[in-house]
């Protein structure tokens, strides 16, 4: 199952989150402020890591490897952010995310990684669904595939 969406190609791995930049997500220049470009990747990156689960999930953030934001995002604007895993151990996932490019600009607005630790009822790791598999290297995460290596093993 394959679309395709502001140029890039959807797989059923890929999750497409749409967010309206409101003034209460503005710093006081008017675009998109730091603590809100987190809560919308981790928005995101979440509902990825779900979906990709599926209802087995009971997925809690573990650690935000790396956000980068590389232009400013005005109000107003609707941003799009691609979600998919590229990591999966027995009970860790890290989602990679990139931002769709904004209107009049090359390249993401923003990427980052964001590591999710799959917990039973008691709050302790447990294992994931048998049968998943990540995102192989493929040109649209190639970059993130790459930075993730270096970042994966850092405390």
């Given at each position: ?9 959807i797989d059923v ?86 931002g769709s490019p ?54």
């Amino acid at each position: 199952m394959m679309g395709s969406e502001n140029g890039y190609d959807i797989d059923v791995m890929t999750t497409l989150s749409h967010r309206l930049i409101l003034p209460g997500d503005a710093n006081h220049y008017g675009t998109l402020y730091a603590g809100s470009l987190l809560r919308i990747a981790l928005e995101s990156a979440y509902a990825a890591a779900y979906r990709y689960v599926g209802r087995e999930a009971n997925i809690v953030l573990r650690r935000v490897l790396n956000l980068e934001c590389y232009y400013p995002v005005p109000t107003g604007n609707v941003v799009e952010i691609l979600g998919t895993p590229l990591h999966l151990t027995r009970a860790y996932m890290v989602i990679g995310l990139i931002g769709s490019p904004l209107e009049d600009r090359d390249g993401p607005w923003m990427d980052g990684l964001m590591g999710f630790a799959q917990v039973g009822a008691d709050g302790k790791p447990a294992p994931f669904p048998d049968g998943l598999e990540v995102c192989s290297k493929g040109q649209r995460w190639d970059a993130l595939l790459d930075r993730l290596e270096k970042l994966i093993h850092l405390r």
